[in-house]
T-cell receptor, first 112, second 114 residues
Framework: ETGVTQSPTHLIKTRGQQVTLRCSSQ?????VSWYQQALGQGPQFIFQ???????GRGNFPPRFSGLQFPNYSSELNVNALELDDSALYLC???????????FGNGTRLTVT | GNSVTQMEGPVTLSEEAFLTINCTYT??????LFWYVQYPGEGLQLLLK?????DKGSNKGFEATYRKETTSFHLEKGSVQVSDSAVYFC?????????????FGKGTKLSVIP
């Protein structure tokens, strides 16, 4: 059984640029959540997608957006990058909305 | 709003020592409580959970009891190993309909030395 995989593992971008992070859910999982983990902090909820629709959103500005595809893989897009967007971005999938989360290893984004 | 407070780290222990990591929470309802572990370079793994008051979650020698009266969910292990070195996160999920997000504490880094 393949777990949650994220790509790329590391990324360096310049302030003002745009970035797309990708996530492949665990097989059979129809729900995906994205979290931002700043250095030395706990993960913060960005949003969740269920069957291709956004199902909830945390306290993040609209320049953070996402997509979930028919195969339940997902993208996180961030526009107009700011220095404070530097963080580890974690994707987590679950079998259903209230099932346990399975996390990927994350994408480390550095904004310079 | 919901919040989770964990004891400040880092925590350094000798192998076979007793471990306690304190966690208290604030929530509007009756949340489910979790402990996640993050090994270096990896994502989070669910360690244990409890869904109602007085429940005890346990896994790999770790235990935590859901204490509603003290709004706490302290993590304990009787004898730590070097392989337990990691960052531990306490988290909650609200019980309301449509509750879908986890609220995490800041994490406690544990280092176990031989």
């Amino acid at each position: 059984e393949t777990g949650v995989t994220q790509s790329p593992t590391h990324l360096i971008k310049t302030r003002g640029q745009q970035v797309t992070l990708r996530c492949s859910s665990q097989s059979g999982h129809n729900t995906v959540s994205w979290y931002q983990q700043a250095l030395g902090q706990g993960p913060q909820f960005i949003f969740q997608y269920y069957r291709e629709e956004e199902n909830g959103r945390g306290n993040f500005p609209p320049r953070f957006s996402g997509l979930q595809f028919p195969n339940y893989s997902s993208e996180l897009n961030v526009n107009a990058l700011e220095l404070d967007d530097s963080a580890l971005y974690l994707c987590a999938s679950s079998l259903e909305l209230n099932s346990p989360l399975h996390f990927g290893n994350g994408t480390r984004l550095t904004v310079t | 709003g919901n919040s989770v407070t964990q004891m400040e780290g880092p925590v350094t222990l000798s192998e076979e020592a007793f471990l306690t990591i304190n966690c208290t929470y604030t929530a509007t309802g009756y949340p489910s409580l979790f402990w996640y572990v993050q090994y270096p370079g990896e994502g989070l793994q669910l360690l244990l959970k409890a869904t109602k008051a007085d429940d005890k979650g346990s896994n790999k020698g770790f235990e935590a009891t859901y204490r509603k009266e003290t709004t706490s969910f302290h993590l304990e292990k009787g004898s730590v190993q070097v392989s337990d070195s990691a960052v531990y996160f306490c988290a909650l999920k609200d019980s309301g309909a449509g509750s879908y997000q986890l609220t995490f504490g800041k994490g406690t880094k544990l280092s176990v030395i031989p």
